[in-house]
DNA sequence: GTTTTTGCACTGACCAGTCAGTTCAAATTC
DNA sequence: GAATTTGAACTGACTGGTCAGTGCAAAAAC
């Protein structure tokens, strides 16, 4: 009989399989970088024979790009899930950004290894899936953009915000402090971290109150 | 990087050489990760024989190291000077934090690929060089957590704010938005960028004017 | 005449990708 | 319902290529 798969529910062999094979490499990949981690470790750390991984994906990189995918849309089906929350409950275009930047902090909390190995390959060049890399970098950081044109649009923010470059800056705030949480600073809580960007985000470091 | 023939007296030959490895192994791991280039690309692009490397440094990872040490070194100096300049001309402390985001990206203007890498790989574990790089990693951050202590002591900040998660916070702001400037909006100017990141700081963006 | 660089052949480890063969649960047949 | 067939999923030994690092005699630079 055909697998079918089911479109969303992936209860087959094959779709645990993968799934565990996802898990394997984006740890070794985010440790040891994509060239420095071998096709038999993901297999050996994924209980699995070096063929399956064949047999399941074309190759290295292409395990890896599917792994990069996967990630992401995980990532930014969480930070829109936020905004709409926060639309939906009345809040203000500030409260949607904050209430973003703490999703962005409960993803890096559940899956540090990601990000690190994101933040790792998003600037380099030349690299085989520098285009999938774009395509979805540009996907997380267009909901950032959509909630800051709104504000403006509200007249809540500036009129003379750049929009995408504050995005760039809000996005970079969140990733480096919290994996520098997660790398240097473990004991702290997700509040504090949180708090602190609030802080920052909202001006209520200098300036004014 | 750069010539640096008169900065600390290493005029030799010698210097000379290994000053051309620096440069070419900086572009060509910044484009490729470390395990993916190979140290015949590097004698290569430095014009050099492949004995030549093995003459000037113990191994490949020694020349990465001190590639390391050598490009945060010349980094902190310019975030350390700026620092200083602003204070001397009697500036405020949001002025020397001002001045530092500027000198933070006039350095990315200068040395992207350094910065590339860098960021490529501050967040692994269970690399040869990790210890090197947290010593490096601290030395940035502490000339802008010293700016922040004393800010806070001078009553300019919020006693409330989280010392080292804002610095953090603040270096990711520049961090990111310089590499994403000089990855995907190469044609902006370096005074956009700056004037975006000036407004966050400020919080000119949101809450306050 | 000492230091540095060159050129190049060589080695041994390592690794991405292949492929002939195995496993086993479900489907089919009798 | 026992015997047989099917095929997707998986296995792991093997191959062909790559690369870090070595060794050394001769040339060049200083």
Known sequence: MESSSAA???????EATRQKLYEA?????????FSATTVDEIAERAGVAKGTVYYNFASK???????????????????????????REGGSKVDAL?????AGLVFIDRY???TQLYVAELWRTNRTWQSTLMVVRQQAVAVVEDVLRDGVAA????EEIDISLT????????????????????????DDVHAALSRLLQGRVSGCR
Do not use: C, N
């Not at 990189?61 to 639309?87: D, I, P, Q």
């Not at 007249?155 to 500036?158: K, V």
């Open 8 to 14: 969303s529910g992936g209860s087959t062999r094959r």
């Open 25 to 33: 490499a984006v740890t070794l990949i985010a440790e040891q970088g």
């Open 61 to 87: 990189s292409v395990l890896f790009e599917e792994l990069l995918r996967h990630g992401v849309g995980l990532l930014t089906a969480s930070l829109r899930e936020a905004a709409e929350r926060t639309e």
């Open 98 to 102: 904050d209430a973003m930047i703490r």
């Open 112 to 114: 540090p290894a990601f």
């Open 155 to 158: 007249g809540e923010f500036s």
């Open 167 to 190: 995005a760039s800056a809000l996005v970079g705030m969140v990733l480096v402090a919290a994996l520098d949480w997660k790398s240097f600073q473990a004991e702290r809580s997700l």
